[in-house]
């Protein structure tokens, strides 16, 4: 099984936008697990934090919040990354990334998808992540 890390951007597009890519991808890991998703505590709160920005529910974050802790993978990371110097809260998703062995991360971030791969994982939008799923099936 692919393992995943997702960033916000993606993720927060996927829950809040029925329709497009991200909202597949969500919906490929949530309804089908058709990959293995890997976070940190800080990915979490970035989500939830830009949820509550959003003036999201606090229902539909509750529900969010529980979701991600029960389905995906929790890592803690044991080293510190600084290959993103243009914005330094980007490298949380290499370090999960590193940590958790990911195949890919999924991202909309100039600053990652520049990077186009690091250390051996792939760095992606949603829609060539879609491709991918689609050929492994």
Not at 7 to 31: M, Q, Y
Not at 43 to 49: H, N, S, T, Y
Not at 117 to 135: P, T
């Amino acid at each position: 099984m692919l393992r995943v890390v997702i960033d916000t951007n993606v993720f927060i597009s996927g829950v809040l936008v029925e329709e497009g890519n991200p909202s597949i991808v969500i919906k490929a890991w949530k309804r089908t697990q058709k990959y293995q998703l890997f976070v940190t505590e800080g990915i979490i709160q970035e989500i939830l934090g830009v949820m509550k920005r959003l003036s999201v529910n606090a229902d539909i974050i509750r529900d969010w919040d529980n979701a991600i802790r029960k389905n995906a993978v929790s890592v803690v990371p044991t080293r510190k990354i600084e290959a993103i110097k243009e914005d330094s809260s980007d490298n949380k998703f290499l370090e999960c990334a590193v940590e958790s062995c990911a195949d890919y991360i999924v991202t909309g971030d100039k600053h990652l998808r520049r990077l186009n791969e690091f250390e051996g994982i792939k760095i992606v939008n949603a829609r060539k992540f879609l491709d991918i799923l689609s050929r492994l099936e």
